[in-house]
């Protein structure tokens, strides 16, 4: 049993780990994107920096909610497709996506357990070590990315906002948004891909011996 939640662990950390890389890869390859969409229809008149700033939890929220809403087989064979393996392969075995039991679900754990240790731990650069703590400074430092728009990237702080918005928060929201496609998705019959009837082998008939 020990040893099942070590690689129950071991999986989850690995999902985190592949998460965080993902976000950053679709934000990269979407947003600007879609900033030059919004921006050539003239619904946003922001720099692209400041439009990704602005909605940085948003745009990290969105996509994870839309991958959830793809099965994974999908997201497989999409992946098979690209990688130019054609090869046959045996069915994936008939399990629901949305067993909480599943590491992927929970990808986004260790990410909130860092977020919470530096959220509880932080404090303002130059606050004295006696003065009561400032919640506000403390909720516009990990949920207002345009701060570090203005931001020095010189100053002390920058590597440690960096890490804390890039590394944790954005991933995080990602993962969660994730499995929140996931929930919405079994909820909804309509957005499982269903089998197509060509792909169902029909059942034998019996012979008509008359």
């Known amino acids: 049993m020990a040893w099942n939640k070590v690689i129950w ?108 240790w530096r959220f509880v731990t932080w404090r303002a650069p130059d606050a004295s070590v006696l003065a009561a703590p400032d ?14 728009a203005s931001l020095n990237p010189l100053a002390p702080q920058a590597p440690g906002l960096v890490f804390d918005l890039v590394l944790i928060t954005g991933p995080m929201v990602f993962l969660l948004a994730y499995s929140a496609g996931v929930w919405l998705r079994h909820q909804r019959p309509g957005l499982e891909h269903t089998v197509e009837p060509a792909l169902i082998e029909p059942a034998e008939q019996p012979t008509d011996l008359h």
């Open 135 to 148: 919640h506000f400074e403390r909720l516009r430092y990990f949920f207002s990315p345009m701060s570090f």
């Open 9 to 116: 662990s071991g999986k989850c950390l690995g999902f985190c780990l592949l998460g965080t890389f993902l976000c950053g890869r679709v934000t990269a390859w979407v947003n600007p994107l879609l900033w030059w969409a919004l921006h050539r229809a003239e619904a946003t008149y922001l720099s692209r920096s400041i439009f990704q700033f602005q909605y940085f939890f948003q745009l990290r929220a969105l996509y994870g909610f839309l991958l959830g809403l793809v099965p994974i087989r999908v997201c497989i064979e999409a992946l098979r497709s690209m990688g130019g393996m054609f090869r046959t392969h045996e069915p994936m075995e008939g399990h629901s996506e949305v067993d909480w039991r599943r590491p992927i679900l929970w990808a986004w754990a260790p990410l909130a357990v860092i977020f919470l």
